[in-house]
């Protein structure tokens, strides 16, 4: 996968000004094996509950972000070792997190690329609550199900549509 996100910027100015492209806030750490990463967008929205994200990760990824509006809580993690393998498994691209993850070590030998505000040792509850495939808003951004999600060592990008990357 060959893109950048400061290219795809520079070349679509026109959608940026427009909000058809996104940049996200700057507020997310790296974590993963793999820095950059793409993919049309899978949404939940949950409150240090990640029962819910088990259960999605548990299904085919298909190249999808799972991108999860943790209403940015830092008091427990929503996604670990455990979770991080199950998703480099079942083929997704990536997971952001509007909160913390746990199990770095473990998180950063997958293939995988995650985004997170923090690491938290404190694990979350399990009761399974949260809503899947539904509008959120983290930081200000709306992020619909299938929009495509662009992340690498600069930002990262929500855009409307899959885009025509620059390649360089």
Excluded at 77 to 98: D, F, P
Excluded at 131 to 158: C, F, K
């Amino acid at each position: 996968m060959t893109f950048s996100t400061c290219d795809i910027c520079d070349a679509n100015e026109d959608k940026l000004a427009s909000g058809e492209i996104v940049a996200m806030p700057p507020i997310f750490k790296n974590f993963g094996n793999i820095r950059r990463f793409s993919g049309p967008v899978t949404t939940l929205k949950l409150f240090e509950d990640n029962g819910m994200v088990r259960q999605v990760l548990e299904t085919p990824g298909d190249g999808h972000v799972l991108v999860i509006d943790g209403g940015g809580s830092l008091r427990c993690a929503l996604v670990g070792g455990n979770l991080a393998v199950l998703a480099e498994k079942n083929g997704w691209s990536g997971i952001v997190v509007h909160g913390c993850v746990r199990d770095v070590d473990e998180i950063n030998d997958c293939r995988i690329g995650v985004r997170a505000l923090a690491s938290m040792p404190v694990r979350s509850v399990r009761k399974g609550g949260g809503e899947r495939d539904v509008p959120i808003s983290i930081v200000g951004v709306r992020i619909m199900p299938g929009d495509v999600l662009y992340a690498d060592a600069d930002g990262i990008l929500v855009a409307h549509q899959q885009l025509a990357s620059p390649v360089k």
